[in-house]
């Protein structure tokens, strides 16, 4: 069987509806290695399985959660963790100095004057090199200045919830924190873990509220840890809030979710 | 199992109730879906797919299993099964649902569809009836009246466009 035939019969593989000889080639044509066509098998089951997806999700009773886990629980044991740790920034600079300059009697004097405006000159171009470090560096002492006062009002508010965000299927492996200052209404946020988003896209967060409304709430990148931190206001006329989400979204952000949910967090 | 089951099962329990047509009898498809999942995920191949392809599939191959073991019961359509009972399953239990599972199965739920919207109303049927009533494509050929070559055809193509706006839509294509 060639792989054009075999993918004229892949769907009709998938619902048995092949007649046994037509089973067995199919069978034996993706058993003997081919990747495509495992690839289009692959494919095609999810499509097909997908049609399942397209009815609105019905909650069952509470009374099948019980009973499964009791089954459950009669059978095997069962665990489960979230990891945390947070990032932050870093500001670094070094100085090196020289310096010179001799003292010369008589016609000397006008080599010792020229030492001395060359010295001075070679000064004011360190003093020039010093200035711009001690610039750079004041710059990030007050990027530090600016971060750890947010942080000093983040754990000094009278009103702090936590929101823990979840990876989905997208993300199993992310994770991460929103602290709600809600006397500040602000969002602290902390990614851990995730994935760079593909070319072309980025992250974008949501507000989600008791009635399933969705308002961005901002966008952004991970570095290469997978680590961001993001702090956004909490607009004051929302309502009830019900989930933190994150998708991934073309640039720039939409302003309703057409990408897949990489993370969500439940609000209690 | 628990984080399983609060991700799916509003899922499973939607397909298994369209499916059996009974809410009952999809509480226990439901529960037997799972059940069948957690002894025997071991056999689950990641190669071979990703898991809510597999869940979706052991959801309706059960679902279907258990129709056929009970086909002396009248068949309630789904309409039916919403006026009289089905839904109510959403209004009694709305607070035990998993909020997070839920958002998230809606949103997949709508582009679903919209992939679907998307194809020729005969390949939709089609396949709808060749996924939610498990029938083969003779059955379907029969019950449609049209050539079982043109119902092959039909699903093949339908099939391959669902994959396709699948793909699109994951490779972040626009929706329409």
Known sequence: ?268 | MEVLYNRHSAVVFALCARIVGDKAEAEDVLIDVFSQIWTRGGQFDPARGAPLTYILTVARSRALDHRRSRRARDAMSLDAASDSGVNAAVTDHASSDEPVARLVASEEAHRVRAALAQLEPAQRRAIEMSFFDGLSHAQIAAQLDRPLGTIKTVIRQGLIRLRESIRIHREGGAET
């Not at chain 1, 200045?145 to 947010?150: E, V």
């Not at chain 1, 993001?230 to 989930?243: E, F, K, M, T």
């Open chain 1, 1 to 268: 069987m060639t792989c054009e035939q075999c993918r004229e019969f892949l769907s009709a593989y998938l619902t048995g509806d092949l007649t046994p000889a037509e089973q067995e080639a199919v069978r034996a044509h993706l058993a003997g290695g081919c990747p495509e066509c495992a690839g289009a098998l692959v494919e095609a089951q999810a499509a097909f399985a997908m049609v399942g997806l397209s009815l609105e999700p019905l909650a069952p009773p509470a009374r099948a959660r019980d009973r499964l886990m009791a089954w459950v629980r009669a059978t095997q044991p069962r665990g489960g963790g979230l990891p945390i740790s947070p990032a932050s920034p870093a500001a670094a600079g070094g100085a090196e100095r020289r310096d010179g300059g001799k003292p010369w009697r008589g016609a000397l004097a006008v080599a010792a004057c020229l030492a001395l405006v060359a010295g001075a000159g070679w000064h004011m171009l360190q003093r020039g090199q010093h200035a711009q470090e001690i610039t750079t560096l004041q710059r990030g002492l007050a990027v530090r200045d600016a971060r750890l006062a947010q942080l000093q009002s983040l754990v000094t508010t009278s009103q702090l919830s936590l929101i823990a965000l979840g990876g989905q299927e997208a993300q199993p492996e992310a994770s991460g924190r929103v602290f709600w200052d809600k006397e500040n209404s602000r969002w602290h946020v902390f990614i851990f873990d995730m994935k760079p988003p593909p070319p072309g896209k980025e992250y974008e967060l949501w507000f989600v509220t008791a009635q399933e409304k969705k308002v961005p709430a901002g966008t952004f990148g991970v570095d290469a840890d997978g680590r961001a931190e993001l702090i956004v206001q909490v607009p004051p006329d929302l309502g009830p809030l019900a989930l933190a989400a994150i998708t991934d979204e073309p640039l720039g952000g939409v302003p309703q979710p057409t990408g897949a949910f990489q993370l969500i967090g439940k609000i209690e």
